[in-house]
C-alpha cells in the first residue's frame, strides 16, 4: 500500500469535536481565539488558513503547559461521536489498513499536512509531510497528528495497539509520557514525524465496520475532494482571508498575497480583472464584520473596533458613520430591537 495526498486548498475546516475536546479539558474556545488573534467567530465558523490554524494549535499547547501531555488528553478525550465525516469514513472501515487509506485520501480534505503510508517487511509506516516544507507546523499538532492515527487504530480493532516507533521533527515535551501513551520507544529531533506500526495490525477488523454508512460517507467526501479542487473568485478568497486576518491591526497586500503564494502585482491584476481593488475588499470585509459584532450583545464596541483591526473608538466611529450613516451604538439597538419583534 502506498498513498500520499495531495492538497488543494488553503482553507481549512476545524471540526466542532475540537471545541468540545477543548472544553473537556477546561479550555475555553475564546481563549484559544484570543491568544491565537482569531476572531471569535472561528467556533461559529470555523475555517481558517494554514497560518491561523497553526497559531490555534500553537495557542492550545501554550495553553495546556506540557506538549506531551496537550498530545495524549486530546487524543484520548475527542469523542468518537463528535468525529467529523472524514474521520467516521475512517473509524467505521473494513479493518485498520482500510482505515489508514481513506485516512490519507481524505486528509486531502483538511490540509495543511499530508500523510505518505507505506508498508515493508513486518512494518508499516506512516510519516507526515507538511505541505509547505517552509512553514512546518507546530509539534503539538504533528504529535496530535500521529496518535490520532494508533487511537483510530485501538477505537475501531478494540484492541490496546502499539507502535514499534515514533519519531518527532522536535521537542515534544514529556517523552516517558509519549512512550507510555504509544507504547514504543519515541525519538525527538528526527528530523520528520512519523509513526511506525506493526504491519500484521492492518489486517485486523474494526469492530465499527459499517458498510451502509460507508456507502453515504464515500461517495459524498469524494464528491467534496471534487468540488474542493474547483477553483473559487479571487475577490471571494481574498476578502475570506482578509476577515480572518482583522484582529488586532489592519491586513496589508504583502501579507494577503504571501497567503495566496503569489506577487503583490498579481495579486493587484487578479482583483483588478474582478474589477475591484484590495482597498475596497479591505472596506467590504471591515463593514461585514462590524455588523456580524455588533449583533453580539456580548461584545462592547471598543471590542468590537479591536477586532476588525482599528487601534482606536473613534476611527471605527467615523468609518462606521461612513458605512450605515449611524452610530455602533444606535445601529446596534436599533438591530436588536428588529431582531427581538
Known amino acids: 500500500m502506498n498513498a500520499h495526498t495531495s492538497p488543494a486548498s488553503n482553507r481549512i475546516k476545524i471540526p466542532p469535536g475540537f471545541w468540545a475536546g477543548l472544553s473537556e479539558l477546561g479550555i475555553a474556545s475564546h481563549e484559544v481565539a484570543r491568544k491565537a488573534q482569531m476572531p471569535l467567530t472561528i ?14 494549535w500553537e495557542a492550545y499547547s501554550e495553553l495546556i503547559g506540557d506538549t506531551a501531555q496537550g498530545i495524549i488528553k486530546l487524543a484520548t478525550v475527542y469523542e468518537t461521536a463528535k468525529y467529523p465525516p472524514t474521520m467516521l469514513a475512517t473509524y467505521h472501515a473494513r479493518d485498520y489498513r482500510d482505515a489508514l ?8 480534505l483538511c490540509p495543511p499536512e499530508s500523510l505518505r503510508i507505506s508498508e515493508e517487511g513486518e512494518h508499516c509506516t506512516i510519516e507526515l509531510e507538511w505541505l ?13 497528528t500521529l496518535a490520532c492515527l494508533l487511537e483510530l487504530g485501538r477505537r475501531g480493532t ?21 512512550e507510555d501513551y504509544f507504547g514504543c520507544p519515541i525519538q525527538m529531533g ?8 506493526h504491519r500484521k495490525d492492518l489486517d485486523r477488523p474494526f469492530l465499527s465496520y459499517n458498510e451502509e454508512l460507508l456507502e453515504i460517507l464515500t461517495p459524498a467526501l469524494d464528491r467534496s ?36 503564494s503569489m506577487s503583490n ?16 475588499l479591505l472596506i467590504e470585509a471591515r463593514h461585514e464584520q462590524a455588523r456580524e459584532y455588533l ?12 477586532l476588525i483591526g482599528y487601534e482606536d473608538q473613534n476611527s471605527f466611529y467615523r468609518a462606521f458613520r461612513q458605512w450605515e450613516g449611524d452610530t455602533p451604538t444606535h445601529w446596534r439597538t436599533e438591530h436588536s430591537e428588529i431582531s427581538s419583534i
Open 265 to 280: 502585482r498579481t495579486l493587484q491584476r487578479r482583483l483588478s480583472d474582478e474589477n475591484t481593488s484590495f482597498n475596497h
Open 101 to 108: 487509506n481513506r485516512m490519507a485520501r481524505y486528509k486531502q
Open 43 to 56: 467556533v461559529t465558523e470555523p475555517t481558517v488558513t494554514d497560518t491561523q490554524y497553526f497559531a490555534i
Open 132 to 144: 509547505h516544507a517552509e512553514q512546518p507546523g507546530p509539534p503539538v499538532l504533528a504529535g496530535i
Open 190 to 197: 528526527a528530523g520528520r514525524n512519523r509513526l511506525i506500526l
Open 225 to 260: 475532494l471534487y468540488e474542493q479542487k474547483r477553483s473559487r473568485s479571487i475577490t471571494e478568497t481574498v476578502k475570506w482571508i482578509m476577515k480572518r486576518s482583522l484582529t488586532g491591526g489592519r491586513p496589508d497586500i504583502q501579507t494577503i498575497a504571501k497567503e495566496l
Open 295 to 306: 449583533a453580539d450583545p456580548s461584545l462592547d464596541i471598543k471590542e468590537v473596533a479591536f
Open 158 to 178: 478494540g484492541q490496546p495497539l502499539t507502535g514499534q516507533l515514533v519519531e518527532f521533527s522536535h521537542t515534544e515535551g514529556d517523552v516517558h509520557a509519549l
